[in-house]
């Protein structure tokens, strides 16, 4: 969704904003700014769609530009007003003096906006940030102090809010204040930043401080001061990200979704690292902190997560149900927080999030821990507000997701939660040792089958060059592919904008049947050795009986497969309980290679974001 970053420094200004909102692109926007500090005077600029229009705007407007020494960025999501001109980040007050930059929904705008309105402010957006520039600016007016009247007026704001502020009348230093969005400050060597995520500043520095709730930095080029909403001075821990600037390349990969598919293989081995060695020890998961015999007494699980992490949820129900006999719940965020649900103080409630900052997830975790339940997070942002609300943290590892589309981190998510499983397995002894073994050094064996599958995508590449024109799929499966199949069908929408549905192979015939004919292909996932093959296979006899085109994604070497469908895409052995680690890869690169021969945009598909910050 949105994103900020701001700096004060002697480095070109222009360009160290226009890198961090580069590096932010991925999170999705509808309209980009900027506001710069520059010979005493506050200048403004900001374009409407990608940020090259911006870039080109400030090509244009490079003689007016002097010298600028500090700024604040930013890349609007829409939701209060249209994405327009008018209503893109930065904000200023009447006097044009004061600039805000916002990310967030201000709940209380339009009372604040009435009453600002009625001191004879003068709003030109639709948006709520624009009633914070005002809100700013009269207490700046009353304190003549800029970090004082930001103080005075986040305690008015309700809602959620990451806040820089400029003034003309202080030059090269910037206010930033946080509550329920994320920001924090990029400590430099004469200079400092001051960003909404760690991609924006990691080209510049590693250094961080991470704002928590209520907090205000003031930072110049020479400081960095963080009070609480008080005032008074907090001591903030410097911090050191993990990760490199390379992580923001796409390393000669045309786009940032297909490079981070081939990362899969190092994913997991990276996910699997120091947890499960050798096949014979127990897998080393102490990142959960409920004793042995609280484990042991669990018999209630809910995992609460939105979109692709709502998927690996669903494989990790399975799992878990079926390793360790515990019962699972899986619920999406967003229906989870509306409803009285039974969570209580003996329930482990897992949240799953790629970002660890989605709204609804992190509402639905703020309650469950209202109700006394250990919170364990699954998460690829051990620094995320998430993750900072768990009792529990199991950092994914899967290395910074540009691409808005999830493909490593949701493989890394069911590596999670088959370490989780078996480890819950090993604590209840509820598998066999061999059995146990066995998936032990199955799993040891993922990394090298996945290598298998990216190394050959012709198949892949054909069957998306032939159904690249077809409107609507079906994906159908059963057992623990279930959720590939939602994941595989949600991935082809998401990108190529092809309506996909995933949907239990059984149910096909109590509905969706109606549908088939030979302008619905249907792609079965048929994992032989287990316990659904056989049925898959017939349900997809059933589409064929319709005239429908038929997928099959299969690790059967059966040639009858050949006969009955139109395209077989074949992936190594591997046992179905593990299937879906391997599974869902070719399903991402054929999502991928429909939307690029449709020529869409894969990294940034348009309405959504890599962030949802929002409920
Ligand atoms: C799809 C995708 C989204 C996210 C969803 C939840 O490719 O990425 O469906 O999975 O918005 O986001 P996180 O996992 O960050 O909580």
Same mark, same amino acid.
């Given at each position: 969704m949105?994103?900020?970053?701001?700096?004060v420094g002697?480095?070109d200004?222009?360009?160290v904003?226009?890198?961090?909102?580069?590096?932010?692109?991925?999170?999705?926007?509808?309209?980009?700014?900027?506001?710069l500090?520059?010979?005493? !005077?506050?200048?403004?600029?900001?374009?409407?769609?990608?940020?090259?229009?911006?870039?080109?705007?400030?090509?244009?407007?490079?003689?007016?530009?002097?010298?600028?020494?500090?700024?604040?960025?930013?890349?609007?999501?829409?939701?209060?007003?249209?994405?327009?001109?008018?209503?893109?980040?930065?904000?200023?007050?009447? @006097?044009?003096?004061?600039?805000?930059?916002?990310?967030?929904i201000?709940?209380?705008?339009?009372?604040?906006?009435?009453?600002?309105?009625?001191?004879?402010?003068?709003?030109?957006?639709?948006?709520?940030?624009?009633?914070?520039?005002h809100?700013?600016?009269?207490?700046?007016?009353?304190?003549?102090?800029?970090?004082?009247?930001?103080?005075? *007026?986040?305690? $008015?704001?309700?809602?959620?809010?990451?806040?820089?502020?400029?003034?003309?009348?202080v030059?090269?230093?910037?206010?930033?204040?946080?509550? =329920?969005?994320?920001?924090?400050?990029?400590?430099?060597?004469?200079?400092?930043?001051i960003a909404?995520?760690?991609?924006a500043?990691?080209?510049?520095?590693?250094r961080?401080i991470?704002? !928590?709730? +209520?907090?205000?930095?003031?930072?110049t080029?020479?400081s960095?001061?963080?009070?609480?909403?008080?005032?008074?001075i907090?001591?903030?821990?410097?911090?050191?990200?993990?990760?490199?600037?390379?992580?923001?390349?796409?390393?000669?990969? $045309? =786009?940032?979704?297909?490079?981070?598919?081939? !990362?899969?293989?190092?994913?997991?081995?990276?996910?699997?690292n120091?947890?499960?060695?050798?096949?014979?020890a127990?897998?080393?998961? +102490?990142?959960?902190? %409920?004793?042995?015999?609280?484990?042991?007494?669990?018999?209630?699980?809910?995992?609460?997560? @939105?979109?692709?992490?709502?998927?690996?949820?669903?494989?990790? $129900?399975?799992?878990?149900?079926?390793?360790?006999g515990?019962?699972?719940?899986?619920?999406?965020?967003?229906?989870?927080?509306y409803?009285?649900?039974?969570?209580?103080?003996?329930?482990?409630?897992? /949240?799953?999030?790629?970002s660890?900052?989605?709204?609804?997830?992190?509402?639905?975790? $703020?309650?469950?821990?209202?109700?006394?339940? =250990?919170?364990?997070?699954?998460?690829?942002?051990?620094? *995320? +507000?998430?993750a900072?609300?768990?009792?529990?943290?199991?950092?994914?590892?899967?290395?910074?997701?540009?691409?808005?589309?999830?493909?490593?981190?949701?493989?890394?998510?069911?590596?999670?939660?088959y370490? %989780?499983?078996?480890?819950?397995?090993?604590?209840?002894?509820?598998?066999? +040792?061999?059995?146990?073994?066995?998936?032990?050094h199955?799993?040891?064996?993922?990394?090298?089958?996945?290598?298998?599958v990216?190394?050959?995508?012709?198949?892949?590449?054909?069957?998306?060059?032939?159904? *690249?024109?077809?409107?609507?799929?079906?994906?159908?499966?059963?057992?623990?592919?279930?959720?590939?199949?939602?994941?595989?069908a949600?991935?082809?929408?998401?990108?190529?904008?092809?309506?996909?549905?995933g949907?239990?192979?059984?149910e096909?015939?109590?509905?969706?049947?109606?549908?088939?004919? !030979?302008?619905?292909?249907?792609?079965?996932?048929?994992?032989? /050795?287990?316990?659904t093959?056989?049925?898959?296979?017939?349900?997809?006899e059933?589409?064929?009986a319709?005239?429908?085109?038929?997928?099959?994604?299969?690790?059967?070497?059966?040639?009858?497969?050949?006969?009955?469908?139109?395209?077989?895409?074949?992936?190594?052995?591997?046992?179905?309980i593990l299937?879906?680690?391997?599974?869902?890869?070719?399903?991402?690169?054929?999502?991928?290679?429909?939307?690029?021969?449709? /020529?869409?945009?894969?990294?940034?598909?348009?309405?959504?974001?890599?962030?949802?910050?929002?409920?």
């Amino acid at each position: 969704m949105c994103g900020i970053v701001g700096y004060v420094g002697n480095g070109d200004v222009v360009s160290v904003l226009f890198r961090g909102l580069t590096n932010l692109e991925y999170r999705g926007y509808d309209s980009a700014g900027m506001a710069l500090q520059d010979q005493g !005077e506050i200048k403004i600029y900001k374009t409407l769609g990608k940020l090259i229009n911006l870039k080109n705007e400030l090509e244009q407007k490079k003689p007016e530009i002097k010298h600028p020494t500090s700024g604040i960025g930013h890349i609007r999501w829409a939701t209060h007003g249209s994405p327009s001109l008018v209503n893109a980040h930065p904000h200023t007050c009447s @006097c044009g003096r004061l600039v805000v930059v916002h990310n967030g929904i201000i709940e209380n705008y339009k009372e604040l906006r009435a009453e600002l309105i009625s001191k004879g402010c003068n709003f030109r957006s639709q948006t709520d940030t624009e009633t914070i520039a005002h809100l700013v600016a009269d207490e700046y007016a009353k304190a003549k102090d800029l970090e004082m009247a930001v103080r005075n *007026s986040v305690k $008015k704001l309700q809602g959620a809010y990451a806040i820089c502020v400029m003034h003309k009348d202080v030059p090269d230093l910037i206010v930033g204040a946080r509550k =329920h969005a994320p920001m924090l400050v990029g400590v430099g060597d004469g200079e400092n930043f001051i960003a909404s995520d760690t991609p924006a500043i990691i080209e510049y520095t590693k250094r961080t401080i991470y704002l !928590e709730d +209520n907090e205000i930095a003031v930072i110049t080029k020479d400081s960095v001061k963080v009070t609480d909403i008080e005032g008074n001075i907090v001591t903030k821990k410097i911090e050191m990200l993990p990760w490199e600037p390379v992580a923001l390349s796409k390393l000669g990969y $045309k =786009h940032f979704m297909l490079k981070e598919i081939h !990362e899969q293989p190092d994913v997991i081995r990276n996910v699997l690292n120091g947890k499960l060695y050798d096949i014979d020890a127990p897998i080393a998961l +102490n990142e959960v902190k %409920l004793d042995r015999d609280g484990l042991k007494k669990l018999n209630k699980i809910q995992i609460i997560a @939105c979109g692709t992490s709502l998927h690996a949820a669903l494989v990790g $129900k399975y799992l878990i149900e079926d390793f360790a006999g515990i019962s699972v719940d899986v619920e999406a965020s967003s229906e989870y927080i509306y409803r009285k649900t039974t969570t209580d103080s003996s329930t482990l409630v897992i /949240g799953v999030s790629q970002s660890g900052e989605t709204a609804d997830t992190i509402t639905a975790i $703020k309650q469950a821990r209202a109700k006394n339940s =250990h919170v364990l997070i699954i998460t690829n942002r051990p620094d *995320s +507000n998430m993750a900072r609300l768990a009792d529990s943290l199991i950092p994914v590892n899967a290395g910074i997701e540009v691409s808005v589309a999830a493909t490593k981190s949701y493989t890394a998510q069911l590596i999670s939660f088959y370490l %989780l499983a078996i480890h819950l397995a090993e604590i209840k002894g509820s598998l066999d +040792n061999s059995y146990l073994k066995n998936i032990k050094h199955e799993l040891i064996q993922l990394p090298t089958k996945i290598e298998e599958v990216l190394s050959n995508t012709s198949e892949i590449q054909e069957c998306a060059r032939k159904f *690249s024109s077809y409107k609507n799929f079906i994906y159908i499966a059963r057992g623990v592919n279930l959720a590939t199949a939602y994941e595989g069908a949600l991935k082809l929408k998401e990108i190529s904008y092809i309506n996909a549905t995933g949907y239990a192979a059984g149910e096909l015939k109590h509905g969706p049947i109606a549908m088939l004919d !030979e302008t619905m292909p249907v792609l079965s996932i048929l994992i032989p /050795g287990g316990i659904t093959y056989e049925k898959v296979l017939s349900n997809s006899e059933e589409a064929k009986a319709r005239n429908a085109k038929l997928i099959a994604l299969t690790s059967s070497t059966d040639i009858n497969i050949d006969a009955l469908f139109d395209i077989v895409l074949r992936i190594p052995q591997v046992s179905e309980i593990l299937s879906p680690a391997i599974t869902c890869v070719p399903l991402q690169l054929l999502a991928y290679y429909i939307a690029e021969f449709l /020529g869409k945009d894969v990294d940034q598909p348009r309405n959504l974001a890599k962030s949802v910050t929002v409920e």
